[in-house]
């Protein structure tokens, strides 16, 4: 085989391999739209079926007008948006505070700190609830909202820690010398030269932890008592009865459930890419 025929050989083998992994990803997407806009005939049938040949949208209908375990659809999805958008500003504040701190300045405990972190992070959420539970009823917190952010931002911070500070040792301190020179604040500094630079890392840090508290069911379930209180992973549970599981309406409330996440997605994808280019700029 000739250096060209193996180039191109290679080119259509990974490019083969690349369609496969899209395919493989996007199928269970997919088959969840797919389901939602489905009779029941169609859905409860050993016949594999791809498309719905019957396009309805009772599921959908049944969804957000009968709502679910009393309450409305939109009482839940609220609840998930306040918890995740909360996870995601203190989250955000916070990780990129003490990411700026371990990687601008050298203190006593630094490197314990960053492998705490780490290790953190390496323990499973179920052998971590029943701390985490007791915490939050001694603070109050229990069976509100407030408690399910303080605990989501407590999981997704020491990932957002090391991320940013990625981001921020990869900005040449000579900037901020610069500015200081010119008579920058230190405070101006940070704001006008490192946050443009760190801004795509900051996009990427809200879009995992948004992704975390959105789709959070253990927490949910457990530091909430009241159903108006639940967010939409718990509320998909209730479609599971004894008699029976109504997996269309679970389908269409797990296409509603995904659509705030793909918009928010594509939104901070612009200022991720405005951030990429402010920071070409400011270099």
Same mark, same amino acid.
């Given at each position: 085989m000739?250096?060209?025929?193996?180039?191109r050989?290679?080119?259509?083998?990974? *490019?083969?391999a690349?369609? $496969?992994?899209?395919?493989?990803a996007?199928?269970?997407?997919?088959?969840?739209?797919?389901?939602?806009?489905?009779?029941?005939?169609?859905?409860?049938?050993?016949?594999?079926?791809?498309?719905?040949?019957?396009?309805?949208?009772?599921h959908?209908?049944?969804?957000?007008?009968?709502? !679910?375990?009393?309450?409305?659809i939109?009482?839940?999805? %609220? *609840?998930?948006?306040?918890?995740?958008?909360?996870?995601?500003?203190?989250?955000?504040?916070?990780?990129?505070?003490?990411?700026?701190?371990?990687?601008?300045?050298?203190?006593?405990?630094?490197?314990?700190?960053?492998?705490?972190?780490?290790?953190?992070?390496?323990?499973?959420?179920?052998?971590?609830?029943?701390?985490l539970?007791? *915490?939050? %009823? %001694?603070?109050?917190?229990?069976?509100?909202? $407030?408690g399910?952010?303080?605990?989501?931002?407590?999981?997704?911070?020491?990932?957002?820690?090391?991320? $940013?500070r990625?981001?921020?040792?990869? !900005?040449?301190?000579s900037?901020?010398?610069?500015?200081?020179?010119?008579g920058?604040?230190?405070?101006?500094?940070?704001?006008?030269?490192?946050?443009?630079?760190?801004?795509?890392?900051?996009?990427?840090?809200?879009?995992?932890?948004?992704?975390?508290?959105? *789709?959070?069911?253990?927490f949910?379930?457990? $530091?909430?008592?009241?159903?108006?209180?639940?967010?939409?992973?718990?509320?998909?549970?209730?479609?599971?009865?004894? %008699?029976?599981?109504?997996?269309?309406?679970i389908?269409?409330?797990?296409?509603?459930?995904?659509?705030?996440?793909?918009?928010?997605?594509l939104?901070?994808?612009?200022?991720?890419?405005?951030?990429?280019?402010?920071?070409?700029?400011?270099?």
């Amino acid at each position: 085989m000739t250096p060209l025929a193996r180039k191109r050989f290679t080119r259509i083998a990974l *490019n083969s391999a690349g369609v $496969l992994v899209f395919l493989f990803a996007i199928f269970p997407v997919y088959w969840m739209v797919s389901t939602s806009f489905k009779a029941n005939d169609q859905i409860f049938t050993t016949d594999f079926i791809p498309f719905p040949t019957h396009f309805t949208f009772e599921h959908v209908s049944q969804v957000l007008t009968e709502g !679910v375990a009393g309450n409305s659809i939109w009482v839940y999805m %609220r *609840n998930s948006a306040v918890v995740a958008l909360g996870t995601v500003l203190v989250g955000s504040l916070f990780a990129l505070l003490a990411a700026t701190a371990v990687a601008r300045f050298r203190f006593k405990g630094r490197t314990s700190f960053l492998i705490t972190l780490l290790v953190v992070q390496m323990i499973p959420c179920e052998a971590l609830l029943i701390p985490l539970f007791l *915490n939050v %009823r %001694r603070l109050g917190l229990y069976d509100q909202l $407030l408690g399910l952010i303080v605990i989501q931002v407590g999981l997704t911070l020491p990932f957002g820690i090391w991320m $940013l500070r990625t981001f921020v040792a990869a !900005v040449p301190k000579s900037l901020e010398e610069a500015a200081w020179i010119d008579g920058a604040s230190r405070f101006t500094t940070f704001w006008k030269v490192l946050f443009p630079l760190v801004a795509p890392g900051l996009v990427a840090t809200s879009i995992f932890s948004f992704i975390t508290a959105w *789709n959070d069911l253990i927490f949910a379930l457990v $530091l909430m008592k009241d159903t108006a209180g639940y967010t939409m992973p718990v509320a998909l549970q209730f479609f599971f009865g004894q %008699r029976g599981t109504d997996w269309g309406a679970i389908m269409a409330t797990s296409t509603l459930m995904t659509l705030p996440v793909i918009a928010f997605f594509l939104v901070v994808q612009r200022r991720m890419v405005s951030g990429l280019v402010a920071g070409a700029v400011k270099g």
